[in-house]
């Protein structure tokens, strides 16, 4: 079993800047793509970014040049800096881990961190 803890959520205002970490313990084995997506309201859950063990990322086209993702492979956990927010920013956050412990791969979501931006 793999836990996963998000945290960084909150309100912020139009042009402002939060930071998201998701923290990855249990049965990790070996961490392959760690990364985030977003749900809106009314709305699909779509790609914010992933990021390879390697550091290879994929950015969604809505965050990209806004948004930065990083790694730390020791503590198991990603970051998500997120600049220039803008109100269709807001959707609830989730990390997303995808890995292999001994023979078995695992594909983990969080509970999700909610991110609001709003004058």
């Known amino acids: 079993q793999v836990q996963l803890v998000e945290s960084g959520g909150g309100l912020v205002q139009p042009g402002g800047s939060l930071r998201l970490s998701c923290a990855a313990s249990?049965?990790?084995?070996?961490?392959?793509?760690m990364g985030w997506h977003r749900q809106a309201p009314g709305n699909q859950r779509e790609l914010v970014v992933v990021i390879t063990s390697g550091g290879i990322t994929n950015y969604g086209e809505s965050v990209r040049g806004r948004f930065t993702i990083s790694r730390d492979n020791a503590k198991n956990t990603v970051y998500l800096q997120m600049n220039s927010l803008k109100p269709e920013d807001t959707a609830v956050y989730y990390c997303?881990?995808?890995?292999?412990?001994?023979?078995?791969?695992?594909?983990?979501w969080g509970q999700g961190t909610q991110v609001t931006v709003s004058s």
């Open positions: 997303n881990v995808v890995g292999m412990s001994g023979a078995r791969s695992y594909d983990y």
């Open positions: 249990g049965s990790i084995g070996r961490v392959y793509v």
